[in-house]
């Protein structure tokens, strides 16, 4: 039998979630522009604990500044704070683009973020000139933190970005990738299948630089100083005039979708490309958009994972069941490789509550063939209670599940958001056929050692 | 005499009185003020600061009534050890929606305490109310009050709206006002003895009170409750019944020392376990407020081989540390109370600063510098980075945001916050953190980060 067996939540509670709210999402959205400031319109907690969740999975500073709002704010509105925190930013730290992030309170108290931002323009211009003020683009990016998730909040940001700063003009013959929220690792194997396609990109936004950046004192000596990397603003600007769009999430399409209404730029959206043929699928859309021939260094790297996938998956790997459990898109693109690898996905657990999540694992039932268990709108503890009566081989997931595994004596595979129990892991892609190859040896690697006696002699060939 | 003309670093014109140096001029910066919007502030909300106060209570739930965020950024990300339960380390939110925002969030707030208590059983449930919940007005007084009646089980309202102040200090307040209101004095002890105490202020991160729990009860002291850090809410209910309240963290629960003071008539002295000289000092401190000899003699003992089980321990690193600078940038007590420690180390404090003190903690950091130390108030990001380029001390102690702007930056970094892995307490933390220290400042990487590849 094939087909997904939809568990639903039955309680209000949220119990060690699986999910966080839109802000976060903007943040790293903007964090992905090179020179640029995000600036959240809230509480000092709104910023600072992001920040702190940041910096603890990628390991780097994470710089948000924050308007400070307080309680005369929440009564009188935070326009003197968004006005005075614009000029801030923008005399102090000279940023190419400020994103203005809302937040749960400053979104219900209705504060004109629109008109704040004009306000706030015109102070500046008083005082370091009209030209000066111009350079520096400021775009409002509405992130209600009580409406859907992270990733909205990340695809509202990237929507906002296109829409303010999209410019047409002359054809560039570019493509637009909207990856996701993924790794510095991914971003840059992404650019790597590019760079073998003989294609330019511009990925909106580019975080793998700023998220993992060199230590260069010398080249910290700037003043002030900013991450090197991310997106030029000119890029932004130019993506209105690429070749296509593709967003390797569905759910991170609306500002791909926006550039093909207003300027006819091709989109294509999703599947993220973990595993073989999501991967093919990214390659076949790379090639419709561009006319751009899959080059032989490509099919070696794809050769190179079905290799190691003929080595390993049917000694190691064959009908290991397997949960699941993170963001929608990656969940479902690692439910599609683990079932590629020939082990069983059986629960697929999301913590948003995205309607197009169940269709997406329905396609990974039929193609493998088993029934998979799915939680849409889900939390931990109602993973943790489903493995004391199904127990599965192995977890895929964020280091939020560590307890559960532990608790559970199921071995933990790492990818996601966040991982802070253990290192490099935001180096390392799990998309492309690189990133397979990565997956294929932490998944059999934690196979090997939790399944099989040290001595066995399986472990020798 | 006039303050120092020149600005410490280079910033706002508002924010140059935020820095001093100690003995010249101000010796107490300007500080307690709302942050400039529009900065990387290092500070927090107010919901923060009594999240951080009450989570270590470990047999409670602790729920977050709001949107998500709030709990999914902050659960378990205090490293307060628990010997017991593990009930606080659940991430526990009412996760408000559109509709919640609309019709007011109390119904599912109500639903959700009944379905927790159903599912764990906890000692107690401790109920934040966030941003949203005071901008909507959910009475969540009201909702704890019915729930506890349905339930039987305590159900506490934080009124923690993360907006509410610029400084989480209030936060803490708030936090230790939960317990005055609702815990403490709640319930009798079954026995109590002459020399009942309450640890205060002590959050048993990374298993710190156990550094010096067992010298307490080498003493003969009997701890009624220790207010946070592995404490079961029955515990604490039983407070009002102590002869003295010893405060570790001051920063965040004097408050509730000199509030319990006035409610109990219960004396508090200031203790610091982190350094020897202040360990010793503190034991001495608290068997001089019993006055019994032979405490008194048994302390003295504890005292003697404590001291004699970690001689020559840290010399090895004291020998690499001396003459080292350090400069502190952290949430209030640590400002003042780890300056003695690193001096012990050989080390000398050329900063001390704190995001959210008040003027009383900064008159406390004042006594314990020397001369020319810089003194810093809610220094942004920017500012921190300007600092440590124009100081380069040789290691920054700070929490989790600060600790890779100071290593991007080359200068070596070590964790005294929530989320560090060794307890620094006692005679036997000392050690742990004179190796710590070491560990950060002798670190062969930073010999690595210039190099002469090309002459730059």
């Known amino acids: ?461 | 005499m006039e303050p120092k003309l020149e600005p410490i670093v280079e910033t706002f014109k508002s924010r140059e009185k935020h820095m001093c140096v100690k003995g010249e001029g101000l010796s107490i910066p300007v500080c307690d003020k709302a942050s400039l919007p529009g900065t990387v502030t290092q500070r927090t909300c107010v919901y923060g600061g009594a999240r951080i106060v009450l989570m270590p209570i470990t047999d409670s739930i602790h729920l977050v009534h709001g949107p998500i965020g709030c709990a999914a950024c902050t659960w378990d990300i205090r490293g307060s050890k628990s010997s017991r339960e593990d009930l606080y380390k659940k991430g526990c939110s009412t996760d408000l929606g559109e509709k919640d925002i609309i019709f007011g969030g109390e119904k599912k707030l109500f639903e959700t305490v009944i379905e927790l208590r159903k599912l764990y059983n906890p000692g107690a449930i401790f109920v934040y109310a966030t941003c949203v919940a005071g901008v909507i007005g959910d009475d969540i007084k009201a909702v704890c009050k019915k729930a506890e009646e349905v339930t039987g089980c305590r159900v506490i309202p934080v009124q923690s709206e993360g907006f509410q102040d610029h400084n989480k200090t209030k936060g803490h307040w708030i936090g230790c006002d939960a317990l005055l209101d609702y815990v403490i004095g709640t319930r009798e002890p079954e026995k109590t003895t002459p020399f009942d105490i309450n640890v205060v202020g002590e959050f048993n991160v990374a298993g710190d009170f156990w550094g010096f729990k067992p010298l307490l009860e080498e003493m003969g002291v009997n701890i009624i409750s220790t207010i946070t850090g592995d404490s079961h809410v029955d515990e604490i209910a039983q407070a009002h019944r102590a002869k003295l309240n010893i405060v570790q963290c001051q920063k965040s629960s004097n408050y509730l020392a000199k509030k319990m003071e006035k409610k109990y008539g219960i004396p508090s002295i200031k203790v610091n376990f982190f350094g020897l000289e202040q360990t010793v000092n503190s034991l001495r401190e608290i068997a001089d407020f019993f006055g019994d000899p032979e405490m008194i003699e048994r302390t003295e003992k504890i005292i003697e081989s404590g001291l004699a089980e970690v001689e020559h321990k840290t010399d090895e690193y004291r020998e690499r540390l001396q003459g080292k600078t350090v400069a502190l940038y952290v949430g209030g007590n640590k400002a003042w109370s780890l300056v003695r420690a690193f001096e012990e180390l050989g080390m000398d404090v050329m900063m001390s600063g704190t995001k959210n003190g008040i003027r009383e903690d900064y008159e406390r950091i004042k006594e314990a510098v020397r001369d020319g130390t810089i003194i810093v108030d809610d220094a942004n990001s920017t500012e921190l980075a300007r600092l440590l380029k124009k100081y380069r001390p040789n290691l920054l102690i700070s929490g989790a945001k600060e600790k890779y702007i100071a290593l991007k930056l080359g200068v070596p970094f070590c964790d005294f916050n929530h989320d560090r892995i060794s307890a620094f307490a006692g005679f036997n933390g000392f050690v742990s953190f004179a190796k710590e220290v070491d560990a950060s400042v002798s670190s062969p990487v930073f010999d690595l980060t210039s190099t002469s590849l090309r002459g730059d």
């Open chain 1, 1 to 461: 039998m094939s087909c997904v067996n939809l568990i639903e939540k039955e309680r209000n509670a949220i119990i060690n979630p699986l999910k966080t709210c839109q802000p976060l999402g903007a943040m790293y959205a903007v964090t992905g522009i090179r020179r640029a400031v995000p600036l959240v319109h809230g509480s000092q907690g709104c910023s600072t604990f992001v920040r702190y969740s940041l910096s603890r999975h990628f390991r780097e500073p994470s710089e948000i500044a924050v308007t400070s709002l307080h309680e005369d704010a929440a009564v009188f509105g935070g326009r003197r704070n968004l006005i005075e925190g614009l000029q801030n930013v923008a005399i102090r730290l000279n940023p190419s683009l400020i994103g203005v992030i809302t937040t749960c309170s400053s979104e219900i108290i209705g504060d004109d973020i629109i008109g704040f931002i004009k306000t706030a323009k015109k102070e500046l211009a008083e005082k370091i000139g009209e030209e000066k003020t111009e350079k520096i683009k400021i775009v409002p990016i509405n992130t209600p933190s009580f409406v859907e998730t992270h990733l909205k909040g990340y695809d509202n940001a990237v929507k906002a970005l296109i829409d303010h700063i999209a410019e047409p003009s002359e054809p560039n013959e570019k493509i637009n990738i909207i990856p996701g929220m993924v790794n510095p690792g991914d971003i840059r194997e992404i650019k790597h299948i590019l760079g073998l396609m003989d294609i330019e990109g511009i990925v909106l936004t580019d975080i793998s630089d700023p998220f993992d950046s060199p230590l260069r004192p010398s080249a910290t000596e700037l003043k002030p100083y900013y991450p090197k990397g991310g997106t030029t603003v000119e890029e932004i600007v130019d993506s209105a005039n690429s070749t296509g769009t593709i967003s390797l999430t569905k759910y991170a399409g609306s500002g791909a979708v926006s550039l093909e209404k207003k300027y006819n730029v091709p989109v294509e959206l999703g599947p993220i490309p973990i595993g073989v043929q999501n991967t093919d699928q990214f390659l076949r859309n790379l090639k419709k958009l561009t006319g751009q021939d899959v080059t032989d260094d490509i099919l070696d790297e794809r050769g190179l994972l079905i290799d190691s996938m003929a080595d390993l998956s049917s000694r190691y790997l064959h009908d290991r069941t397997v949960a699941i459990y993170g963001d929608p898109e990656i969940t479902a693109g690692m439910a599609r490789f683990v079932g590629e690898l020939g082990m069983v996905p059986q629960l697929v657990l999301t913590g948003a509550s995205n309607k197009e999540f169940v269709p997406d694992i329905g396609k990974v039932a039929k193609e493998t063939g088993v029934e998979i268990d799915t939680m849409v709108g889900g939390d931990l503890r109602q993973m943790e209670v489903y493995l004391k009566d199904n127990p599965v081989d192995l977890l895929i997931g964020s280091s939020d599940g560590r307890l559960i595994a532990k608790e559970a004596e199921i071995p933990l595979v790492r990818i996601g958001f966040p991982v802070y129990d253990r290192v490099g892991y935001h180096r390392h892609p799990i998309v492309g056929y690189n990133g397979g190859i990565h997956l294929i040896d932490l998944i059999t690697n934690t196979v090997l050692e939790n399944y099989y006696e040290h001595q066995h002699w399986k472990l020798q060939q």
